[in-house]
Nanobody
Framework: QVQFVESGGGLVQPGGSLRLSCVGSGFPFSDDIMTWHRQPPGKAREWVATLWPGGATIYTDSVKGRFTGSRDNAKNTVYLQMNSLKPEDTAVYYC???????WGQGTQVTVSS
């Protein structure tokens, strides 16, 4: 069955960096479009980035120039490098394959001084 396991979150000061990882299983990872999403406290989940199998990426405007998505198809893993973090980036971060209705447990990112 399709599964996603996110990791790498934590507490970081404004301006800091974190690298999130997500391992996918139960589907042909290298053929699938992968996405990152986040859910800020008290708000709806929102899309953050899309990563195509060949490496192309797009991002929501609020993270452009600060976040970089990448993938290692040999490890069934996608990454989200987050730099210049802001308090408004505080959220639970999730990955998912495009078209799936399955979510992992997410990883909490808290940006606070």
């Amino acid at each position: 069955q399709v599964q996603f396991v996110e990791s790498g979150g934590g507490l970081v000061q404004p301006g800091g960096s974190l690298r999130l990882s997500c391992v996918g299983s139960g589907f042909p990872f290298s053929d699938d479009i992968m996405t990152w999403h986040r859910q800020p406290p008290g708000k709806a989940r929102e899309w953050v980035a899309t990563l195509w199998p060949g490496g192309a990426t797009i991002y929501t405007d609020s993270v452009k120039g600060r976040f970089t998505g990448s993938r290692d198809n040999a490890k069934n893993t996608v990454y989200l490098q987050m730099n210049s973090l802001k308090p408004e980036d505080t959220a639970v971060y999730y990955c998912q394959k495009a078209g799936s209705t399955t979510w992992g447990q997410g990883t909490q990112v808290t940006v606070s001084s």
